[in-house]
């Protein structure tokens, strides 16, 4: 892969480290991320699951007390922490990894993201989905939640960039880089529909998106 996607994705995970205290903040303030785990109640989310980048865990009870086990992935040792204090249950596993480099030894049930697709670079999601689809047990699918266009509007986007890409700044004002792609459910369907997936996307509380995903058959 491309430098640019390199060190975009290293500034990404030094934000998170930096800013794991802060993480939380946003789910206290906004009413609509207060709602959103409620989400979940209709989505297949079932056996043993893999949660990708599970940041500071604010989905992974949720996960728990539906699944069989959860193994919770994240890059950022801070994150985790927080993660492992907010989770009381005992069929969770936490594991400290980029998600773009561990190999899990085992297939899961059920693939799950929140707010992690939109951190991927754009040249690297065909790879991307052929891993998940690689994870999944045999009918298993990937589900996913993140954030939709009118999201933007709240983000500081960077122009002429050749990763898109938005700046968050941290209380310490400490200024830092993540890579930030606004999915419109339409297209990311298309998109998804194109690698072979059988997908639906759809909006959900008003600028977020949920999608249930089931690999292509040659790679289940």
């Known amino acids: 892969m491309g430098s640019d996607d390199d060190t975009l994705l290293a500034e990404q995970i030094a934000y998170y480290r930096a800013g794991a205290a802060e993480y939380d903040r946003a789910y206290a303030e906004r009413e609509d991320l207060q709602g959103l785990p409620a989400v979940a109640d209709g989505l297949p989310i079932v056996g043993d699951v893999l949660e990708l980048a599970c940041g500071t865990g604010q989905w992974t009870p949720v996960l728990a007390a539906r699944a069989r086990s959860v193994t919770a992935v994240d890059a950022a040792a801070e994150v985790l922490a927080l993660a492992r204090a907010r989770t009381a249950s005992f069929s ?65 986007v960077l122009a002429d960039q050749p990763v898109p890409a938005v700046l968050r700044r941290l209380d310490d004002g400490s200024r830092h880089r993540i890579v930030k792609v606004f999915h419109d459910a339409r297209t990311l369907t298309g998109d998804l529909t194109a690698l072979g997936w059988s997908v639906r996307v759809r909006p959900v509380e008003g600028s977020f998106i949920v999608g249930v995903a089931e690999p292509p058959a040659n790679l289940r």
């Open 92 to 156: 969770v596993q936490f594991i400290q990894a980029d998600v773009f480099e561990w190999q899990p030894p085992r297939r899961y049930d059920t693939v799950f993201f929140a707010f992690w697709l939109s951190h991927v670079p754009p040249a690297r999601l065909p790879d991307f989905w052929n891993t998940v689809a690689a994870m999944l047990a045999p009918g298993g699918r990937a589900i996913f939640i993140d954030d939709g266009p009118a999201e933007a509007e709240r983000e500081e």
